[in-house]
């Protein structure tokens, strides 16, 4: 039929939205209809790019008819359509938007989706964005207080640190994690979380923040009793020891093993050929540090 021609469509529903000598208003609603029986239509066709425009205008429509929530729908099907056509910008920016109309309806949890939708799609082509897509869905839980609905968040932050090898910058977001579990009850998460960013820390070789980072952790009493806090003792002991074989043992073990895939990677292959150097360097840091004044009185 024409009339379900999807150039058609288009053409008339532009027509509509264009004001005239003839025409002093759009007619939004008629428009936004034949703009969805487009998308459809071109999707169909496989012809993504037009069916992407086409869900853009479509979801203009739907913000125009005070429709946040049907238009954050339509700008999702734009962005799933950016990812095909490997547009990585538009796919974080239709992501946002999408965000932003569900936050306009009061939705935090759809909101969050949306932006980790787009940080998945992202972490190989633009790992930067996709880590910004990741946090971003974490505060919008967090602002709604819902940080139990983020922790997978956080860990996926954590990975792409990872692959990046921005180790400082993985740790970081692995003790946002146990700070989040902690207003969550989520004890066994939060110490997971602790353990994770110790490991990361002596996978960097900075044996110094890994103890700073255990001694801060170990001031609170559900990771000061946990079995995560053990291990982690038993390791940078072995470290401080030089005791390779012992580094190596409790990388395989089973408290290890029930942590994230990443950090159970990093643990396989944590630096154990220059432990003597590592252990040098920390003694040279600790023989420079200056003298507080309280320790001379």
Request: overall charge negative.
């Amino acid at each position: 039929m024409p009339g379900c021609d999807p150039h058609k469509l288009m053409s008339k529903a532009d027509k509509l939205t264009k004001l005239s000598l003839t025409r002093w208003s759009a007619d939004w609603k008629s428009a936004t209809a034949l703009y969805e029986q487009a998308a459809n239509g071109f999707r169909v066709a496989k012809d993504y790019e037009r069916a992407k425009v086409a869900y853009e205008k479509a979801s203009t429509g739907q913000e125009m008819l005070s429709s946040p929530w049907d238009a954050a729908k339509h700008m999702e099907s734009a962005a799933a359509l950016a990812k095909e056509l490997s547009n990585w910008r538009e796919v974080g920016d239709f992501y946002r938007r999408a965000s932003e109309l569900y936050i306009e309806c009061g939705r935090s949890q759809p909101a969050s989706d949306a932006l980790a939708k787009g940080a998945r799609a992202l972490e190989d082509a633009l790992p930067e964005e996709a880590i910004q897509l990741y946090t971003d869905a974490c505060t919008v839980l967090e602002e709604d207080e819902r940080e139990q609905m983020a922790f997978d968040l956080y860990r996926a932050a954590g990975s792409v640190y990872i692959k990046l090898e921005k180790y400082s910058d993985a740790a970081t977001i692995l003790l946002r994690l146990g700070l989040a579990a902690d207003k969550s009850n989520a004890t066994n998460s939060q110490c997971k979380a602790y353990l994770s960013a110790i490991i990361v820390y002596l996978y960097a070789h900075d044996i110094k923040q890994a103890e700073k980072c255990y001694n801060d952790c170990s001031q609170i009493d559900a990771f000061l009793r946990s079995d995560q806090n053990r291990c982690a003792s038993k390791l940078l002991a072995a470290y401080t020891e030089g005791d390779i074989e012992e580094i190596k043992r409790i990388g395989q073990s089973s408290t290890i093993s029930h942590l994230d895939h990443a950090i159970i990677r990093l643990s396989r292959k944590l630096p154990t050929g220059d432990v003597s150097a590592l252990k040098a360097n920390t003694a040279e840091d600790e023989e420079e540090q200056p003298l507080d004044e309280n320790d001379l009185t």
